[in-house]
């Protein structure tokens, strides 16, 4: 019985005290997430007062502690501002948002692009305002979690299709009702698995079945594509994808997202998109980092052909020393170690010897296929490269996984 002058436990709280999953990972000492870094993210960060050689970034092209990037947000900050203080829709449209947005425009070849404060608001922002009651959506199962969400929040059915499965989609798409309006929604390069989505043959089947594709292109640019520009532009069909998101949080070294597409659909998510009528605009700082990113990433293509180089030398140092890799196909490298807490002692382990990487378990990937996530930059070096796969192969022995 609860004492007199202590509160009664609520029932909707009962999940709480019952959340207990980790207790015996906290307790081995190995539990692997909120790992405080007190450096810039660069190769090497710093932990625990270790240096420790970073291989769980998303900064693609290594902007992330660039001196122009940082100088361009102090300007921002000295002329803007630290906010908006306000949402696009009312008074947080600044001069530099639209310029970002002409900008990206011209990069992604698409009449308009919309600028949103995360790249998870694109996806809830852009899927539930276009999808109606009476429309389906066609989704990966592999997709990004933002994708899900969005999805979810859209009035409309959602139908899932086996990962990048071209037979699984033609399947679901023949079995829907022909005047249904119908919209594709896959990631370009899928986050996990480090595979590029197969986007000619699911072209073809979007122009069969009258189906509008969406494409999220978070770990796509500055990946893929002419100057970074993406999936689509990878394969050469950007007009035959109808909107192409990204973020700025990965290769251009920033926070926020941005969803590209026809002038009309634009002009009408502007209106309709509760994410983004209802959220403060990105602030100055962010929208100056990301434009000055965006400028050094068409100006600099040497940065993504170094990014492909590094990319190669861990890829084939892994394969050589017996890792299993699945199908990626881009500079996210997916080790699979198949058990949790064999995942989890990986990391820690590299951790301990100088190598900062990210265990994916359930529900970021299926059962069974637990993995630790390796991400490349541009500004790694090939002797950092060399250093990390020495880390691999005596911790990968180690754990009896090579």
Partial sequence: ??????????????KVRKFRALDEVRAAGIYPYFREISSAQDTEVIINGQQVLMLGSNSYLGLTNDPRIKESICQAVQKYGAGCAGSRFLNGTLDIH???????????????????????????GVISAIVGREDCILADR?????????????????????????????????????????????????????????????????????????????????????????????????????LIMGTFSKSLASLGGFIAGEADTIDYLKHHSRPLVFSASMSPANVAAALAALRIMIA????????????????QGLLALGFKLGATETPILPVYVNDTLKTFIFCKRLQDEGVFVNPVIPPGVPPGEELIRVSLMATHTFAQIDRALEKFEKIGKELGII
């Fill in 300 to 315: 600099e293509p040497e940065r993504m052909v170094q990014l492909w180089a590094n990319t190669a030398r861990m890829k």
């Fill in 98 to 124: 639209v310029q970002l947005e002409e900008e990206l425009a011209q990069l992604m070849k698409k009449p308009a692009v919309l600028l949103y404060s995360t790249g998870f608001q694109v996806n809830l």
């Fill in 1 to 14: 019985m609860p004492s007199a002058s202590s509160p009664t436990p609520l029932p909707l709280f009962d």
């Fill in 142 to 242: 592999a997709n990004h979690a933002s994708l899900g969400a969005g999805c979810q929040m859209a009035p409309g059915k959602t139908f899932l299709f086996s990962h990048n499965d071209m037979t699984s989609l033609a399947r679901r798409l023949a079995h829907l009702p022909p005047e249904s309006p119908k919209i594709i929604v896959v990631d370009g390069v899928f986050s996990m698995e480090g595979d590029i989505i197969k986007l000619p043959e699911l072209v073809a089947l979007a122009r069969q079945y009258n189906a509008a594709v969406m494409v999220d292109d978070a770990h796509s640019i500055g990946v893929l594509g002419e100057h970074g520009s993406g999936t689509a532009s990878h394969f050469g069909l950007v007009d035959d994808v109808h």
